[in-house]
């Protein structure tokens, strides 16, 4: 969450070093901050979370920025702000601002954060994707969603209070309920810790489908009659769950194999190889609580919405508006 100082200094770290900068807090807002260089004012706002629904939403709100701060800048999002001939800066120190008195033009090498890193856990992936899809948030409501044990839920749901995205009641013991402090916190927290906890390992397969969902169904026929479990993510998975009309890219699934070798093997049952630059990606289940709420839809199996809609917003522009349509439509049932 960004305070006034941290959102002063990465600021202030983009500008000329011979410039005669100055930031002050805005009189009338009490968040935004106003640059002042050159005899000019430049109005700047922080966004809390890097997705496309968050920038715009600040975007709206009158007066417009001129300079969006935000914890990371995405392709979609700085398509939008470009579009909108608004500048930002991100944590990572890149920016792009053009005004009547300043161009910066700056782009850092990204690293990841380590503290935020070791912050999520697996655990807490699945068990914030359990209450982003309405799981009462108790020990016990969850485990059962999850299968995970009740120490490593209550451990992540102890988690995810400290990070101020549950809110706890004075009661104790695997009923005592906590609360969402908010819904959309909550989801963006999840999507960006997503990646943070990388995949052990990955394989792109060769396929040349014309009808990816129902050479998917058939593939799935294959291995569940094997008794491997697998399931869809990113676009073919929001095609399922809400449909939006047009090519489905990229093609992406989970299948429960812990290694390369059994990874391999489950795919030579199914006619599958792999090929450098293939079109299918294949990677083991992100979490065991991710594996345990996989949902069949129409026809093929989908890891929860929440899952989906983070692995989309990697994926570049298309994928951040996918996942931004995706958002719309499982709110109206599971959000606030």
Known sequence: MWNREEAQRTLMAVMPSNS????????????????????????????????????????????EPEIILLPRSTPAIREFLEINLIGWVDQMGSAQITTDSLIISRDKIRVQDRKNQERWTRSMLGVAEALLTGTPATVSEVSAKTKLAASSTADALRALSKLNLLSANADRGRSAGRK?????????????????????????????????????ADIGRIWSAEGIKWAATSAIAAAELAPFGTQIAPLEIFVDKSSPASMLAALSLAGLKPLDGGRLLVSPFPSEGTLHQVRKSQSIPTVPWPRVYADLQHTGVRGEELAEHLREKMELTHGE
């Open 20 to 63: 005669q900068a100055s930031i002050e807090i805005d009189k009338k807002s009490h968040s935004d901050l106003v640059l002042r260089i050159s005899g000019k004012k430049v109005r700047a706002r922080c966004v809390l979370h890097a997705n496309l629904a968050a920038v715009k939403d600040a975007v709206a709100i009158t007066p």
């Open 180 to 216: 969402i402090t908010s819904y959309s916190d909550l989801l963006s927290a999840y999507a960006e810790a997503t990646t943070t906890r990388p995949q052990k390992f990955t394989l792109r397969v060769g396929v040349l489908w014309q009808d990816p969902m129902k050479s998917l």
